[in-house]
């Protein structure tokens, strides 16, 4: 048998190294089946999601099922009593009065909504609006109230009702965002308020401008009266500063009420020296804005307690004096840290499941010097044969 040379082996290795030296080809990452439209919703086949506008009764089977951008989205619109279970993904809240309403929740267990708002599924005191059951003793406050340009609900929620981690300070959710597309991702909002209704109080009646704050085991929701634009009450882009700023109240745990109240002064906007100010949120946020939030008066209170707005719930019966959590005389603000989330950002993740096959996957790579070291121990090898 012939065995090569010490020196043939060597200019072998000579010519493997350069071959791995010399200009090496990278090969392009594969293109995905289904390539996402870069540009802004607006655009012809790329709908602005505030501006999709459906009677209740004539929603579709999802509003938003256009493939571009973030799109399609992850849940349904057309949802019902029938569809009213712990894994309904119905993309279609209803906010009504302090006892019939919906909240934006995670359609998984332990999800935060900085990662999970483009798939955010409607969560409802009332089986018939076909979002997941809400837990029976896990709201422990309510404020209701009807003003002259929105209708607002805030309060005290276990964020673990709505499946999101118990310590997830949260963010805001709203139909506009970077890209129009809003979040939740085909979200809509309808209400029987009188304002809203096209009955007076009996069919839902679509909201196009909403704006909604979860975490820290709060909330704050406000949807504003279609025919008022300005000045703008559901303000999106103070996504940072919670409930205390967005939405200022006074609700104290163990509170359920209903009110009318007075408009808010447009969140931003302060008065000082006799100076009307507009301060602009600055990106990143550091620091508390330069104002304390006045709260709005409200009148005409009426109080109830957790067992007269919330009976119909699973359980409600035996949790009815459930403790309450959060501290008393504290003010509901939600959404305010710094885990809070921008809306519709241009890097945000797909609204659906399959977007884990995009997924890059690892590639074994070598180095100039491993492989040289490498050789050099099957030169070594060799040599030792003799």
Not at 156 to 163: G, S, Y
Not at 201 to 219: A, D, E, H, I, K
Not at 257 to 278: A, K
Request: glycine share 10%; net charge negative; proline share 8%.
């Amino acid at each position: 048998m012939m065995v090569p040379s010490t020196g043939a082996l060597f200019v072998a290795a000579l010519a493997v190294c350069h071959a791995f030296a010399a200009n090496p080809e990278i090969t392009p990452a594969p293109t995905p089946t289904q390539a996402l439209d870069p540009r802004a919703a607006g655009a012809s086949g790329t709908p602005i999601l505030s501006t999709l506008a459906y009677p209740y009764t004539a929603l579709p089977s999802q509003v938003y099922p256009f493939a571009v951008l973030r799109g399609p989205q992850f849940g349904y619109n057309q949802c019902g009593a029938a569809n009213a279970t712990d894994s309904a993904n119905c993309q279609t809240l209803v906010l009504n009065n302090a006892s019939d309403f919906c909240l934006w929740g995670s359609p998984t267990k332990q999800g935060t909504i900085g990662d999970i708002e483009a798939r955010v599924v409607s969560y409802c005191t009332d089986p018939k609006w076909g979002g997941r059951p809400i837990p029976a003793g896990a709201i422990h406050g309510v404020q209701f109230m009807r003003t002259s340009a929105y209708i607002q609900m805030v309060g005290f929620i276990d964020n673990t009702a709505l499946n999101l981690l118990s310590d997830d300070s949260g963010g805001e959710l709203d139909p506009h965002g970077a890209d129009l597309q809003g979040n939740p991702l085909g979200g809509v909002v309808y209400s029987t308020d009188p304002a809203f209704s096209p009955d007076g109080g009996v069919t839902p009646g679509q909201v196009m401008n909403w704006n909604f704050f979860v975490g820290s085991n709060t909330f704050c929701f406000k949807l504003c009266y279609n025919n008022i634009t300005s000045p703008d009450y559901c303000e999106n882009r103070y996504d940072l500063i919670g409930c205390e700023y967005n939405m200022p109240n006074a609700l104290a745990t163990s509170t359920f009420e209903s009110c009318d109240g007075d408009v808010q002064t447009p969140v931003g906007t302060y008065t000082t020296g006799g100076q009307t100010i507009t301060w602009r949120m600055p990106d990143p946020l550091v620091g508390d804005p330069p104002y304390t939030p006045n709260i709005p008066a409200s009148r005409d209170c009426q109080t109830y307690s957790s067992q007269d707005l919330f009976a119909n719930l699973a359980g409600a019966s035996t949790s009815a004096s459930a403790s309450a959590t959060g501290s008393a005389g504290a003010s509901a603000t939600a959404g305010g840290s710094g885990s809070a989330s921008r809306s519709a950002s241009g890097s945000g993740a797909s609204s659906t499941e399959s977007s884990a096959a995009l997924r890059a996957v690892p590639i074994l790579s070598l180095s100039l010097g491993s492989v040289l070291i490498l050789l050099g121990g099957m030169l070594v090898g060799a040599v030792s044969l003799f």
